[in-house]
């Protein structure tokens, strides 16, 4: 089964009278409890492709499909509430909210999805504690270090057991010692079923997908599988 | 969104900008305080007036008497014959010297001096600390007695007994018989505490001023203030062939006409607090739309992990509200306050809190935060996601 299936999209700019085309027709279906990694250059469309699958941006034209959820007909609020069911990002600047303290950036999704204060407190202190951030829940993120504000994202992304973990160049700000540990994370929440896609331009860092799509100018230009696609084994209770 | 959460999260947000929250609050603090402050001011005067009227009785008719070029004077037998007029309790026709040189001893200080008859004591209310009024005889006899006020008393006896010493009204000689009770300014402004009171025809023959300027009428009761009125317009016209020359004022008709100028004065000033509270406003929609264009990153974040147009204009409006309530509410502290305090500065100005105008002045506060803060709030909640987010 299909966590996501891209159909022929296309986004274009049009900049006065130039039209820019930043994505030339693209297709990718990703299996639910995949790995992917997409890569390119700076330019190839893969930052708009990324916004694009987290639903942040409306492509031109194509169809988009996230498990099992038709998403051209859908205004901005079921847009929003798509994005805070399904979709968990974990962004290259950590994007935390700077005034609220760990525990409440990761409560923030379940606020918006409208659970109880008194559950919501309670599964983050539980997200911070899986990530070892137990300890953390009252600190600002300008008091953490880089890794471990992306861990509180990482808890944030994983609050509201997402069918979609998007990473956009998660280790970017990262040294390479807490960029390997943030992957390996990434890397075991695959292990434990999550469906990943990965935005990067290191090609070090997509080796550890089981798939790497590489994009240039707006177009795939390869698909290759690394490890095997998993057998679909999640979500038997979810409707 | 539950509401306590939007207002948990604007508290988080007002806290965590301390300095410019206060700032944006002052124009509100100083609608709210302004407006409370004026009007407990404006019906501590409304309310001062009815009760000096209230003292006074409303059954009293004040006669102004100007004169016109055919007759410019009353008899003074003309004007008590009035008395036997059905509906007519007492009449008091007065002469009035002021500023005259009053001397004890060495003393020498200068205070209105009225001549009257003893019918006025009691339309106007006041009471004798020592001795007694001026009476009938002592004008049948062109007595040189004089009642003084509680001022007069003060200033030329202190301690002393005043009574049974003379006092020398412009080189004549009076002796003092009675001491008034301190009472404050009466409607007409005079005070009958700095007044010296002797009979009415002593002082006609002694100071040559023989014109009765002004004369109180009382009414036997309220019903027939009216009536009397009549009567006494008739007699006026009558005497004077014209109906000019002299005019009457009825206590309740004056009441009613000080305390709508007095309305009228409050409601302008209010007016003014209350452009000042929307000034306040203005000031809360230019820090909101600020907060906006610098949150910009926050609210893609917020809207990238779910949430809704709805969600995220609420959340600005709601803290555009907590503000200017919080502003609205220290406001109406400092208003009371202000209210409370202003007698101990302005000891002759009462003031009067109105519980009312200081809950409306309060929800109008907030009312003009949620205003004022929509246009800031709509624009926060229609970013687009991506934009709000590549934003730095």
């Known amino acids: 089964m299909n966590m996501i299936e891209l159909n022929d999209i296309t986004k274009t700019y049009t900049r006065g009278q130039e039209a820019l085309h930043i994505l030339r027709g693209i297709t990718l279906h990703i299996a639910e409890g995949d790995f992917v990694a997409i890569v390119g250059p700076s330019g190839s469309g893969k930052s708009t492709l990324m916004n694009t699958i987290g639903l942040l941006d409306t492509p031109t034209s194509g169809s988009y499909v996230l498990d099992n959820v038709p998403t051209e007909r859908l205004g901005d609020n079921g847009l929003a509430e798509l994005r805070n069911r399904k979709i968990g990002f974990i962004f290259q600047q950590f994007n935390l909210l700077p005034r609220l303290t760990a525990l409440e950036n990761v409560e923030l999704p379940m606020i918006y999805g409208g659970m109880a204060a008194r559950a919501r407190r309670e599964r983050a202190q539980q997200m911070l504690e899986a990530l070892g951030m137990g300890e953390r829940g009252q600190h600002k993120p300008s008091e953490l270090s880089g890794g471990q504000q992306q861990r509180v994202a990482i808890a944030r992304a994983l609050a509201i057991a997402p069918s979609l973990i998007l990473a956009d160049e998660p280790t970017g700000a990262l040294d390479s010692q807490t960029g390997a540990e943030v992957l390996e994370l990434i890397t075991r929440l695959n292990e434990q079923g999550n469906t990943i896609v990965l935005i990067t331009h290191d090609s070090h860092i997509a080796a550890s997908a089981k798939r790497v799509v590489t994009l240039r100018d707006g177009a795939v230009i390869a698909d290759e599988r690394l490890a095997p696609q998993p057998e679909s084994r999640r979500r038997e209770a979810v409707s | 969104m539950r509401p306590w959460e939007l207002l948990g999260m604007a508290l988080a947000t007002v806290r965590a900008n301390p300095l410019r929250t206060v700032l944006t609050m002052l124009g509100v603090i100083i609608g709210v305080s302004s407006v409370v402050t004026l009007v407990s001011i404006g019906q501590g005067t409304s309310e001062a007036i009815a009760k000096q009227y209230e003292s006074l009785g409303t059954n009293l008719l004040t006669v102004n008497l100007m004169g016109n070029g055919r007759a410019t004077n009353l008899n003074y037998d003309d004007m008590m014959a009035l008395e036997n007029t059905a509906g007519i309790q007492a009449v008091a026709p007065t002469v009035t010297k002021n500023g005259t040189t009053v001397k004890y001893d060495r003393d020498e200080e200068t205070y209105n001096v009225v001549g009257t008859n003893d019918r006025y004591l009691e339309m106007q209310k006041g009471e004798m600390a020592d001795g007694r009024f001026l009476a009938q005889a002592d004008l049948d006899f062109r007595n040189h007695v004089a009642v003084i006020g509680s001022e007069v008393a003060e200033q030329f006896f202190g301690k002393d007994d005043p009574l049974g010493e003379e006092i020398n009204i412009s080189g004549y000689i009076y002796t003092v018989i009675g001491v008034l009770q301190p009472k404050g300014s009466n409607t007409s402004g005079t ?202």
Request: aromatic share 8%; charged share 15%; no cysteine.
């Open chain 2, 191 to 392: 005070s009958l505490d700095s007044t010296v009171f002797v009979p009415l025809n002593t002082m006609q023959r002694d100071f040559k001023s023989g014109s009765i300027r002004m004369a109180y009428v009382e009414a036997a009761s309220s019903d027939s203030v009216s009536r009397v009125q009549a009567v006494l317009e008739a007699f006026l016209y009558n005497q004077f062939k014209s109906s000019n020359g002299y005019n009457i004022f009825n206590s309740s008709e004056l009441l009613s006409a000080r305390t709508t100028a007095s309305t009228t004065m409050t409601n302008q000033l209010v007016s003014v607090a209350a452009i000042s509270l929307l000034v306040g406003g203005i000031g809360i929609m230019n820090i909101m739309l600020v907060t906006v264009s610098e949150r910009t990153r926050e609210i893609g974040i917020r809207k990238s992990i779910g949430a809704k147009r709805r969600s995220i204009l609420l959340q600005f409006l709601v803290e555009a509200a907590v503000i200017s309530g919080m502003g609205g509410f220290v406001g109406l502290a400092v208003g009371v306050a202000l209210s409370l305090l202003w007698p101990l500065f302005n000891p002759s100005q009462a003031t009067s809190i109105s519980v009312n105008v200081s809950l409306y002045a309060f929800l109008f506060s907030v009312l003009v935060g949620i205003v004022f803060g929509l246009y800031p709030a709509n624009k926060a909640s229609k970013l687009k996601p991506i934009d709000a987010l590549r934003f730095d």
